[in-house]
């Protein structure tokens, strides 16, 4: 069933242009609205009641699905949850505003548009610290892929829809609590550090894999068991050195910004094909249902 939804998901996503009603920061948002006007969430409440109201509705998700879905109907919640959950329309509209303005090779668009991402979540969770200097276009757009598509589709193979709607919820208010600069930011980001930390690592196994093995193997092997790196470090040195520019390559970047985002985009491309054929092999040998 899950890799029924998976397929049939990503698919639907590809061919169909979302609006907001059909995107996880909707509902996200006004959650933390809801939150914050019934004073469940204040300035001062404490990390575990953070964790807690972000776990909520997962664990009301899944407890509808035990106790009143059957099979057939639990693979309609699932695919619906999944879609809403996975993807980002921002992120792609401006990825494409990024393209257009390499073709006409406007630098200072292209600056604009590398901002217009928003870096307020790649931070170092375990102390607070920006990471996101000196980072090209191309790895802010690996990371945020990563975020919208490879970490929703792990937490949704590991815990079904409930999973993957913790995560984006999580996801979405750290972004919404540092951009605000409020006093639960570090509790949200030591919240998402927990939650990266397997998914990133196996998203950049899956990149060496289907990348340059031999030339990033060594330094998947030297993030992964590091407690004291971000996942966003960790994705984007790996995934920069999986899928290096070739000379001819780096010529190119130099009149057109556009060449490294490519090739960073087919990078992820071929890793969420990876992950597919992955949950295909385990869902085959009964592991997965």
Not at 255 to 283: G, M
Request: hydrophobic share 50%.
């Amino acid at each position: 069933m899950m890799l029924m939804s998976l397929l049939l998901v990503l698919s639907l996503e590809r061919l169909i242009t979302k609006t907001p009603h059909w995107h996880i920061e909707k509902y996200a948002s006004q959650y933390r609205e809801f939150l914050f006007g019934k004073k469940w969430l204040e300035d001062d409440s404490s990390a575990s009641t953070l964790y807690t109201l972000l776990l909520a509705p997962a664990i009301a998700l899944a407890a509808v699905e035990y106790w009143l879905l059957g099979a057939f109907f639990t693979f309609v919640e699932q695919s619906i949850v999944l879609f809403i959950c996975i993807g980002c329309p921002a992120l792609r509209a401006t990825y494409k505003c990024f393209l257009n303005a390499a073709e006409r090779n406007d630098l200072q668009a292209c600056s604009m548009y590398t901002d217009q991402l928003g870096h307020c979540g790649s931070i170092n969770e375990s102390d607070g610290s920006a990471t996101a200097e000196g980072k090209s276009f191309g790895q802010h757009l690996t990371w945020l892929n990563y975020q919208h598509y490879a970490a929703v589709m792990l937490w949704f193979i590991g815990f079904g829809a409930p999973g993957a709607l913790f995560y984006c919820l999580s996801r979405s208010t750290t972004e919404a609590l540092c951009s605000a600069n409020h006093p639960l930011k570090a509790s949200a980001g030591r919240l998402m550090f927990a939650l990266d930390y397997l998914p990133v690592r196996i998203t950049a196994l899956g990149m060496l894999m289907m990348g340059h093995f031999s030339r990033a193997l060594p330094e998947w092997v030297n993030y992964a068991l590091r407690f004291d790196v971000s996942a966003y470090d960790v994705l984007t040195e790996i995934s920069s050195k999986a899928e290096m520019l070739t000379p001819e390559e780096l010529a190119e970047q130099a009149e057109n910004a556009a060449v490294e985002p490519k090739v960073l985009v087919k990078l992820a491309k071929r890793n969420v094909i990876f992950l597919l054929v992955i949950t295909s092999a385990l869902t085959l040998v009964g592991s997965l249902a």
